[in-house]
């Protein structure tokens, strides 16, 4: 099996699964960090080579609908500050504004997608939205220990559209 390490990402834009599903309070501030400091060494890693990093999480259980106290606008200052990098963020994980924001992403520069339970294709492992999301990136990493195990577009399908 094949690690970060045998991979160098210069001029590449990685797409990386991470796990923050993080404890918010009431005021939507992350109450633990320790899952985005978890993801810290593979997106530091990808930004280190030169390459850029598309972060794709789920939070909570939003049920393929969109709701917004499950979005992941209200962490992405926490991810700025625990990684030590500006996080830009954009309101959906695939369409036309995903697509431009991916494709606009310079080298060293961390983009988080919108969560991506806000379509019920992510927990049916839809393979056309799988390969919608493999068209942001040039190389997949997954970094979610966490929900490795389910068959989700975006830890499993999406496996499909990359070379190993």
Same mark, same amino acid.
């Given at each position: 099996?094949?690690?970060?390490? $045998? &991979?160098?990402?210069e001029n590449?834009k990685?797409?990386?699964?991470?796990?923050?599903?993080?404890p918010?309070?009431?005021?939507?501030?992350?109450?633990?960090?320790?899952?985005?400091?978890?993801?810290?060494?593979?997106?530091? #890693?990808?930004? /280190?080579?030169?390459?850029?990093?598309?972060?794709?999480?789920?939070?909570?259980?939003? #049920?393929g609908?969109?709701?917004?106290?499950?979005?992941?606008?209200?962490?992405s200052? #926490?991810?700025?500050?625990?990684i030590?990098?500006?996080?830009?963020?954009?309101? $959906?994980?695939?369409?036309?504004?995903?697509? #431009?924001?991916?494709? /606009?992403?310079?080298?060293?520069?961390?983009?988080?997608?919108?969560n991506?339970?806000?379509?019920?294709?992510e927990?049916?492992?839809?393979?056309?939205?799988?390969?919608?999301?493999?068209?942001?990136? $040039?190389?997949?990493v997954? $970094?979610?220990?966490?929900?490795?195990?389910r068959?989700?577009?975006?830890?499993?399908?999406?496996?499909? &559209?990359?070379?190993?």
């Amino acid at each position: 099996m094949k690690t970060l390490n $045998d &991979f160098n990402f210069e001029n590449k834009k990685a797409l990386i699964r991470v796990d923050f599903n993080v404890p918010l309070d009431e005021d939507f501030n992350v109450t633990d960090t320790n899952r985005i400091a978890a993801a810290k060494p593979t997106i530091i #890693k990808v930004l /280190e080579d030169g390459g850029s990093a598309i972060l794709m999480s789920h939070l909570g259980r939003p #049920k393929g609908e969109r709701n917004l106290d499950m979005s992941l606008k209200h962490i992405s200052n #926490k991810v700025s500050e625990v990684i030590g990098v500006q996080v830009k963020f954009v309101d $959906d994980c695939v369409g036309e504004a995903a697509e #431009k924001a991916a494709a /606009e992403l310079q080298s060293g520069e961390v983009l988080l997608l919108e969560n991506l339970r806000f379509h019920s294709e992510e927990t049916s492992g839809d393979q056309d939205f799988a390969e919608q999301l493999s068209k942001l990136g $040039d190389i997949y990493v997954n $970094d979610a220990f966490g929900t490795a195990h389910r068959a989700h577009a975006s830890t499993t399908i999406i496996t499909r &559209f990359f070379e190993v």
